[in-house]
T-cell receptor, first 112, second 112 residues
């Protein structure tokens, strides 16, 4: 059974820092991995999706990498801003017909 | 942009009531999902549907049912609401099985 872990559960950084959010998964035979952002009391916004054949995806200041062999993905946020404060979740598809397995998220606070 | 709309942001119901949560997507997606999100437990899949009139149980279907009469609309039904169904309910859709998930803004349901 796939398990997805995100550690730490919370992170506080000063504005301007480059930061890395980690996601690990137990079954490396994944189909794809998706990163989401969730603001308090809101739904999830899709940030990036990486297929199993890809090593990374980029969108603006965000870069997500995937290392299937080690069961890890990282979300890199460049030059963090207070507006980046949110909870970031990763989720894994372990097969084309499978459901998503979610991590519990990392709550990021960027201090002005 | 994909738009997934949940009809209510906040809902307060009494124990024993029958509750309907409505979700509509505007991108002709085949697949639709209902999750609930609780602190410490993360997102858990209740039901999903790969096509009109089709439904599949997720990880926690007990106490819930669903209806998908039209492709764009997926309804979650709480047959007899109980206090342990107080939660944030999130609807999502995707173009393909294993594809990127797009979420609505959620419905915060309180059962008293």
């Amino acid at each position: 059974k796939q398990e997805v872990t995100q550690i730490p559960a919370a992170l506080s950084v000063p504005e301007g820092e480059n930061l890395v959010l980690n996601c690990s998964f137990t079954d490396s035979a994944i189909y794809n991995l998706q990163w989401f952002r969730q603001d308090p009391g809101k739904g999830l916004t899709s940030l990036l999706l990486i297929q199993s054949s890809q090593r990374e995806q980029t969108s603006g200041r965000l870069n997500a990498s995937l290392d299937k062999s080690s069961g890890r993905s990282t979300l890199y946020i460049a030059a963090s801003q207070p507006g980046d404060s949110a909870t970031y979740l990763c989720a894994v598809h372990t097969g084309a017909n499978s459901k998503l397995t979610f991590g519990k998220g990392i709550t990021l606070s960027v201090r002005p | 942009d994909v738009k997934v709309t949940q009809s209510s942001r906040y809902l307060v119901k009494r124990t024993g009531e029958k509750v309907f949560l409505e979700c509509v997507q505007d991108m002709d997606h085949e697949n639709m999902f209902w999750y609930r999100q609780d602190p410490g437990l993360g997102l858990r899949l209740i039901y999903f549907s790969y096509d009109v009139k089709m439904k599949e149980k997720g990880d926690i279907p007990e106490g819930y049912s669903v209806s998908r009469e039209k492709k764009e609309r997926f309804s979650l039904i709480l047959e007899s609401a109980s206090t342990n169904q107080t939660s944030m309910y999130l609807c999502a859709s995707s173009w393909a099985v294993g594809g990127a998930l797009h979420f609505g803004n959620g419905t915060r349901l309180t059962v008293t």
